[in-house]
């Protein structure tokens, strides 16, 4: 079954203890993407990855950081949380050709719930 | 400033009707754009990608429309049901054709509500 996973689910941490959210996908897909999903914000990107070890910035990078050593994971990392961090974060992952884009049905993990307190 | 519009936050129709959502934008002239359907607590599911050379595009009830003109794209539910009763959200890369892609902006969403 087609499918990405992301671990933990849901995730309460207080303020600056380093945390790593994983996401994990197992379509071969190039593209792999890290979204936060905040009240009257909608979606937005925070990462994203066009293959292995490529990476770009997306809407709202700051505090975060990733890395896609291989195809199939592509890990969320908070260095330093903070409250303004709590939200609903969303893997996805699709394929990809630098010319045309997502060339087919991006699909989305369930979501981790994360709270900064 | 919001990047992409979609210009009603709930539509509310009965069922069997069309509902039509909308989605604006302004500053780009996108490759491509995407719909999805996202239930409350679950990710987004993808429904359609519609490019910039397709004018239309269906998906069994379901039409969509780019106009890179009026930088808009219409959304068409048809024969409604309520369960199809959700939040609707489009989605652009906001880079050229020719320009590497891989950006995603979304819209705040529309939550529709089929009533029997």
């Known amino acids: 079954e087609a499918q990405v996973t992301q671990n933990p689910r849901y995730l309460i941490t207080v303020t600056g203890k380093k945390l790593t959210v994983t996401c994990s996908q197992n379509?071969?897909?190039?593209?792999m993407s890290w979204y936060r999903q905040d009240p009257g914000l909608g979606l937005r990107q925070i990462y994203y990855?066009?293959?292995?070890?490529?990476?770009d910035k997306g809407d709202v990078p700051e505090g975060y950081k990733v890395s896609r050593k291989e195809k199939r994971n592509f890990p969320l990392i908070l260095e330093s949380p903070s409250p303004n961090q709590t939200s609903l974060y969303f893997c996805?992952?699709?394929?990809?050709?630098?010319?045309?884009?997502?060339?087919?049905?991006?699909?989305f993990g369930p979501g981790t719930r994360l709270t900064v307190l | 400033s919001q990047k992409i519009e979609q210009n009603s936050e709930a539509l509310n129709i009965q069922e069997g009707k069309t509902a039509t959502l909308t989605c604006n934008y302004t500053?780009?002239?996108?490759?491509?754009l995407q719909w999805y359907r996202q239930d409350p607590g679950r990710g987004p599911v993808f429904l359609l990608l519609?490019?910039?050379?397709?004018k239309e595009k269906r998906k069994e009830r379901l039409k969509v429309t780019f106009d890179t003109t009026l930088k808009q794209s219409l959304f068409h539910i048809t024969a409604s049901q309520p369960a199809d009763s959700a939040t609707y959200l489009c989605?652009?890369?906001?880079?050229?054709?020719?320009?590497?892609?891989?950006?995603?902006?979304f819209g705040r969403g529309t939550q529709l509500t089929v009533w029997p």
């Open positions: 996805a992952s699709s394929l990809f050709t630098p010319q045309g884009g997502l060339t087919d049905t991006q699909y």
């Open positions: 379509m071969n897909h190039e593209y």
């Open positions: 990855s066009m293959n292995v070890e490529v990476t």
């Open positions: 500053n780009y002239s996108p490759a491509y």
């Open positions: 519609i490019r910039e050379n397709e």
């Open positions: 989605a652009l890369d906001p880079a050229d054709r020719g320009s590497t892609l891989g950006r995603l902006y």
